[in-house]
Structure formats: C-alpha cells, structure tokens
C-alpha cells in the first residue's frame, strides 16, 4: 500500500499563495505519477496537476495553467502543488492521488490510492 498525507490547506485572500505538500510513505515503487485533484460543495472530483516520478513531466488542467506549479522531491517522496494568484472558483478540497500505470490519466478512477484531503478556501 502506499500512504498519503496532505498538509498546506488554509484560508486565503483572492489574489494569494498556497503551497500543498503531499508526502508518500509505503510501496512507493508502485506509484507512476502523482496527481492532484480538487472536491468543491456539489460537484465532481476533478483533475487539477500531475507529474511522474521519474522524468518528473507534468500535466496541468486548463483552468489552472499559468497559477499553479506541480513539483517533486524525490529523495523526500513529496509533491508539492504550488498554487498562485488564487480565485474564489479554486475553493475546495485538494486531495493527492497515486497513478501506478502509464501514460499519466486526469481521470479520478485510475489512481489507486489517495490522501484524506486539505481544505483550501479562497475568499473574494
């Protein structure tokens, strides 16, 4: 198994920074890539940013290009979700996600294990 923890979460004003850290701990090896995905109040689990382990490409949802830089420690067995100029719409629940297959998918049903999740509220 592979075991994911969040951490960086918070409040924020329109316009600002957070940083999301994601540290893995287990059988690592299993894991491809890693995406982020985010949960708002009444909608689908979406994609958001991934990257794989070993070239370290990264893969970026369209609505979050140019803000938000995805990024990977591997000594650390961290990844790391950069996230600037903040909107109110990027409110929601940003959970962390394993991908042990190729290529890298954006969809939710090909990761195999996930984080408990970290809160990001942005207000306007």
């Known amino acids: 198994q592979v075991q994911l923890v969040e951490s960086g979460g918070g409040l924020v004003q329109a316009g600002g920074s957070l940083r999301l850290s994601c540290a893995a701990s287990g059988r690592t090896f299993s894991s491809y890539a890693m995406g982020w995905f985010r949960q708002a109040p009444g909608k689908e689990r979406e994609f958001v940013a991934a990257?794989?382990?070993?070239?370290?490409?990264?893969y970026y949802a369209d609505s979050v290009k140019g803000r938000f830089t995805i990024s990977r420690d591997n000594a650390k067995n961290t990844v790391y979700l950069q996230m600037n100029s903040l909107k109110p719409e990027d409110t929601a629940v940003y959970y962390c996600a394993s991908d042990p297959k190729v290529p890298v998918s954006t969809l939710a049903q090909r990761y195999d294990y996930w984080g408990q999740g970290t809160q990001v509220t942005v207000s306007s």
């Open positions: 990257i794989t382990w070993s070239s370290g490409s990264t």
